[in-house]
Protein backbone atom coordinates (compact mmCIF):
# COMPACT_ATOMS: atom_id res chain seq x y z
CA UNK A 1 0.00 0.00 0.00
CA UNK A 2 0.74 3.29 -0.22
CA UNK A 3 0.58 6.18 2.68
CA UNK A 4 -1.23 9.16 1.18
CA UNK A 5 -0.97 13.02 2.75
CA UNK A 6 -3.87 15.71 1.59
CA UNK A 7 -3.20 19.47 2.11
CA UNK A 8 -4.64 22.20 0.68
CA UNK A 9 -7.81 22.47 1.64
CA UNK A 10 -9.20 26.00 2.94
CA UNK A 11 -11.88 28.60 2.94
CA UNK A 12 -12.56 30.36 0.12
CA UNK A 13 -15.65 32.23 -1.66
CA UNK A 14 -18.24 30.91 -4.23
CA UNK A 15 -16.31 31.33 -7.72
CA UNK A 16 -12.94 31.03 -5.93
CA UNK A 17 -10.49 28.54 -6.66
CA UNK A 18 -8.39 26.09 -4.52
CA UNK A 19 -5.42 23.37 -5.50
CA UNK A 20 -5.17 20.72 -3.48
CA UNK A 21 -2.31 18.25 -3.33
CA UNK A 22 -1.67 14.56 -2.30
CA UNK A 23 2.01 13.50 -1.54
CA UNK A 24 2.28 9.49 -1.29
CA UNK A 25 4.91 7.45 -0.01
CA UNK A 26 6.98 4.93 -1.77
CA UNK A 27 8.43 3.95 -4.97
CA UNK A 28 5.93 2.46 -6.94
CA UNK A 29 3.24 5.47 -7.03
CA UNK A 30 3.30 5.85 -11.05
CA UNK A 31 1.62 2.21 -10.86
CA UNK A 32 -1.20 3.64 -9.23
CA UNK A 33 -4.33 4.83 -10.31
CA UNK A 34 -4.99 8.19 -8.25
CA UNK A 35 -8.40 9.75 -7.11
CA UNK A 36 -10.17 12.21 -4.93
CA UNK A 37 -13.50 11.58 -3.37
CA UNK A 38 -14.97 13.66 -1.21
CA UNK A 39 -17.34 13.87 1.67
CA UNK A 40 -20.09 16.32 2.99
CA UNK A 41 -21.76 15.88 6.25
CA UNK A 42 -24.55 13.44 6.46
CA UNK A 43 -24.11 12.32 2.48
CA UNK A 44 -21.92 9.23 1.28
CA UNK A 45 -18.81 9.47 0.03
CA UNK A 46 -18.92 10.30 -3.86
CA UNK A 47 -15.47 10.12 -6.50
CA UNK A 48 -14.74 13.25 -7.75
CA UNK A 49 -11.89 12.75 -10.36
CA UNK A 50 -9.65 9.91 -11.40
CA UNK A 51 -6.00 9.85 -13.37
CA UNK A 52 -4.76 6.82 -14.44
CA UNK A 53 -0.95 5.08 -14.13
CA UNK A 54 1.66 5.74 -15.99
CA UNK A 55 5.25 6.83 -16.32
CA UNK A 56 4.10 9.19 -19.26
CA UNK A 57 2.83 12.86 -19.41
CA UNK A 58 -0.16 11.59 -20.86
CA UNK A 59 -2.92 10.08 -18.77
CA UNK A 60 -6.29 9.02 -18.92
CA UNK A 61 -8.49 11.67 -16.89
CA UNK A 62 -11.87 11.29 -15.43
CA UNK A 63 -14.72 13.04 -13.56
CA UNK A 64 -17.74 13.33 -12.15
CA UNK A 65 -20.38 15.19 -13.89
CA UNK A 66 -20.70 17.36 -10.91
CA UNK A 67 -16.92 18.55 -11.49
CA UNK A 68 -16.47 18.23 -14.91
CA UNK A 69 -15.26 21.78 -17.01
CA UNK A 70 -14.29 22.95 -13.47
CA UNK A 71 -11.89 20.81 -11.55
CA UNK A 72 -8.51 19.60 -13.08
CA UNK A 73 -6.76 16.51 -11.91
CA UNK A 74 -3.10 16.09 -12.70
CA UNK A 75 -0.10 14.49 -11.35
CA UNK A 76 3.76 14.99 -11.29
CA UNK A 77 5.07 11.50 -10.56
CA UNK A 78 8.99 12.35 -10.29
CA UNK A 79 7.06 14.22 -7.12
CA UNK A 80 4.90 11.54 -5.97
CA UNK A 81 2.01 14.06 -5.62
CA UNK A 82 -1.44 14.39 -7.34
CA UNK A 83 -3.32 17.49 -7.70
CA UNK A 84 -6.87 18.79 -7.98
CA UNK A 85 -7.00 22.27 -9.12
CA UNK A 86 -10.71 23.47 -8.45
CA UNK A 87 -12.21 26.17 -9.97
CA UNK A 88 -15.54 28.13 -9.93
CA UNK A 89 -16.02 26.67 -6.69
CA UNK A 90 -19.58 26.29 -5.40
CA UNK A 91 -21.05 25.70 -1.82
CA UNK A 92 -22.51 22.31 -3.02
CA UNK A 93 -18.73 21.67 -3.26
CA UNK A 94 -17.60 22.04 0.75
CA UNK A 95 -16.96 18.47 1.92
CA UNK A 96 -13.60 16.79 3.26
CA UNK A 97 -11.77 15.85 0.07
CA UNK A 98 -9.86 12.70 0.11
CA UNK A 99 -6.86 11.49 -2.19
CA UNK A 100 -6.88 7.42 -2.41
CA UNK A 101 -4.92 5.08 -4.40
CA UNK A 102 -5.95 1.78 -6.85
CA UNK A 103 -4.42 -0.67 -8.78
CA UNK A 104 -7.66 -0.69 -11.17
CA UNK A 105 -9.08 2.31 -13.37
CA UNK A 106 -12.26 2.95 -10.43
CA UNK A 107 -15.21 5.17 -9.48
CA UNK A 108 -16.26 3.36 -6.40
CA UNK A 109 -14.23 3.92 -3.05
CA UNK A 110 -14.61 -0.17 -2.43
CA UNK A 111 -11.83 -0.39 -5.00
CA UNK A 112 -9.52 2.09 -3.42
CA UNK A 113 -7.71 0.89 -1.14
CA UNK A 114 -5.00 3.40 0.54
CA UNK A 115 -6.54 6.50 1.92
CA UNK A 116 -5.47 9.58 2.89
CA UNK A 117 -6.92 11.48 6.18
CA UNK A 118 -8.79 14.09 4.02
CA UNK A 119 -8.61 17.77 3.38
CA UNK A 120 -11.60 20.46 4.14
CA UNK A 121 -12.62 22.53 2.10
CA UNK A 122 -15.56 25.01 2.64
CA UNK A 123 -16.77 27.40 -0.31
CA UNK A 124 -19.29 30.27 1.13
CA UNK A 125 -21.70 32.07 -0.62
Known amino acids: QVQLVESGGGLVQAGGSLRLSCAAS????????MGWFRQAPAKEREFVAG???????????YYANSVKGRFTISRDNAKNTVYLQMNSLKPEDTAIYYCAASTVVARTAGQFNSWGQGTQVTVSS
Open 51 to 61: ISWGGSTTYYT
Open 26 to 33: GRTFSSYV
